[in-house]
Antibody, heavy 124, light 109 residues
Framework: EVQLVESGGALTQPGESLRLSCAASGFTFSQFAMSWVRQAPGKGLHWVSAISGSGGSTFYADSVKGRFTISRDNSKNTLYLQMNTLRAEDTAVYFC?????????????????WGQGTLVPVSS | QSALIQEASVSGTVGQKVTLSCSGNSNNVGGYAVGWYQQVSHGPPKTVMFGNSLPSGIPDRFSGSKSGATASLTISGLQPEDEADYYCSTWDYSLNSQVFGGGTKLTVL
């Protein structure tokens, strides 16, 4: 059974940094692209970033480009999101999501599994 | 303003058939497969439709289709546990970004 468990969410002040992790199990992690999707309080889902199975290709939404960095450690079956220069508008629950393919983008980039999410409040 | 347009709310009674729509253009829905994601009470999303394919464990009362730049999720035989927010998503070639619809709140009366 696929399991994705996010961690690292914490109350953070504007301008500070935070790193999120997503521990994966139940599948061969290195064979699949992964992504981060966030949801601000009371709002809809919003794509943040994605990475290919090897980690060689990364992609970002314009709203986080230059501030966030996605990475993965395939030896530890873990996905990361390094978030720098955080802003109040980054406040959200961050979900990691798995794709059933190696590359991003592929087709419609359909997500087949999701984690429970981790909350990142950004406030002074 | 989301790139993909969904109804804000849809309601139906138990046993009824309801259809949720997701409208885009040739750069997104018209050109790529669409995923549908169910979210109950702001819990984690759950994939209920994978293009036109049903993920393992999802009841076959869920079905997906697409015509041009509009994708649809149909629930035949609505059940109380289907009450949730539903989001569609796909890749947008012109925006070079994954896009989501604004979500449809499905209420089971």
């Amino acid at each position: 059974e696929v399991q994705l468990v996010e961690s690292g969410g914490a109350l953070t002040q504007p301008g500070e940094s935070l790193r999120l992790s997503c521990a994966a199990s139940g599948f061969t992690f290195s064979q699949f692209a992964m992504s981060w999707v966030r949801q601000a309080p009371g709002k809809g889902l919003h794509w943040v970033s994605a990475i290919s199975g090897s980690g060689g290709s990364t992609f970002y939404a314009d709203s986080v480009k230059g501030r966030f960095t996605i990475s993965r450690d395939n030896s530890k079956n873990t996905l990361y999101l390094q978030m720098n220069t955080l802003r109040a508008e980054d406040t959200a629950v961050y979900f990691c999501a798995k794709l059933p393919v190696f590359y991003w983008p592929t087709g419609g980039n359909l997500f087949d599994s999701w984690g429970q999410g981790t909350l990142v409040p950004v406030s002074s | 303003q989301s790139a993909l347009i969904q109804e804000a709310s849809v309601s139906g009674t138990v046993g009824q058939k309801v259809t949720l729509s997701c409208s885009g253009n040739s750069n997104n829905v018209g050109g790529y497969a669409v995923g549908w994601y169910q979210q109950v009470s702001h819990g984690p999303p759950k994939t209920v439709m994978f293009g036109n394919s049903l993920p393992s464990g999802i009841p076959d009362r869920f079905s997906g289709s697409k015509s041009g730049a509009t994708a649809s999720l149909t629930i035949s035989g609505l059940q109380p546990e289907d009450e949730a927010d539903y989001y569609c998503s796909t890749w947008d070639y012109s925006l070079n970004s994954q896009v989501f619809g604004g979500g449809t709140k499905l209420t089971v009366l």
